[in-house]
């Protein structure tokens, strides 16, 4: 295990930002909390005992979903994968699930999410992928993480790493927290927007976060009716043989074959722009 140094001395930046604000805010008992600590976003409302929202919904008044610092443990080319674990996988059970928006709280397919964390003993695997996959968003929206909760390390509260980036837009690379953590209150880092809500499921755990990144979206369009599949078209697949000019779907974006080529996980069509374009 190696302290991950460089992440636990980045400190806050000098601007009065919201983060700040809320921080303090959160320390002065001002800033409702759900149960399971998390800050609520609208279509958390379901914890408060009032059923959740038919649609998801990222009206919290909130702006674009915090940057964190990468960190030194990122390593590119993670599996395509919802699920880091096995039956075997030591730790306690952990979901992940939310939906990504953008400005306009439309939510947006197709976003890649690549994760990443420390195991159960607070390790991060520099020779493998262990604990790291990479996956999109469907055609709602939404994504699902399956992992354990992860270990903690010196100077460092609980966290998960992630890099969200919508189709042809830029890279928000940040961390979610967990509530109720002691060391929340000394890491630096920490910031109490990117909590997640966590509740207890038997002896596992379920996490929800919402991303909005900094996309401007129309609001008066006609939003959330899943696109569908354009005639002709299937569902991306890594072993494949597509020749040019064959159709896919994937998360819930159409694409078109460049070149002809066979799919190899890695090479998903949001990947390689030489092999696929949107549409
Ligand atoms: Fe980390």
Redesign the pocket.
């Known amino acids: 295990m190696t302290p ?1 140094t460089t ?1 636990d001395t980045g400190g806050e930046d000098c601007r009065i930002s919201r983060k700040t604000l809320l921080k303090a805010a959160l320390m002065a008992g001002t800033v409702p909390l759900l149960a399971g600590g998390g800050v609520a976003l609208a279509r958390d409302a379901g914890a408060t005992g009032r059923p959740p929202a038919p649609t998801p919904n990222c009206d919290d008044g909130d702006g674009p979903t915090h940057d964190q610092m990468e ?1 030194p ?1 990122f390593k590119p080319n993670s599996p395509l994968r919802t699920s880091l674990v096995t039956d075997s996988t030591p730790g306690v059970r952990l979901t992940v699930s939310g939906y990504v928006f953008g400005r306009a709280c439309k939510p947006i397919p197709g976003v890649l999410l690549d994760f ?3 195991d159960t003993n607070g390790a ?1 695997d520099m020779s493998g992928f262990a604990f790291r996959g990479h996956q999109f968003t469907d055609r709602s929206g939404a994504f699902g993480l399956t992992t354990i909760v ?1 270990g903690l ?1 010196p100077g ?1 509260t609980r ?1 998960i ?1 992630v890099k969200v980036q919508a189709p042809g837009s830029s890279v928000l690379t940040t ?1 979610l927290y967990f509530p109720d953590e002691p060391r929340n209150n000394t890491d630096t880092l920490f910031d109490p927007a990117l909590l997640m809500n966590v509740r207890d499921a038997g002896s596992a755990k379920q996490g929800t976060f919402d991303f909005v990144l900094d996309i401007a979206q129309t609001p008066t369009d006609p939003p959330t009716d899943p696109p569908t599949d354009p005639p002709g078209s299937t569902t991306w697949a890594a072993g494949t043989l597509y020749s040019a000019g064959d159709r896919v779907t994937y998360g819930g974006v159409a694409y078109r074959c460049l070149q002809a080529h066979s799919a190899m996980a890695g090479w998903e069509p949001p990947n390689v722009p030489a092999l696929w374009e949107r549409g």
């Open positions: 991950e992440e960190g443990y990443w964390q420390a991060y992860p390390y460092r966290h790493h961390q």
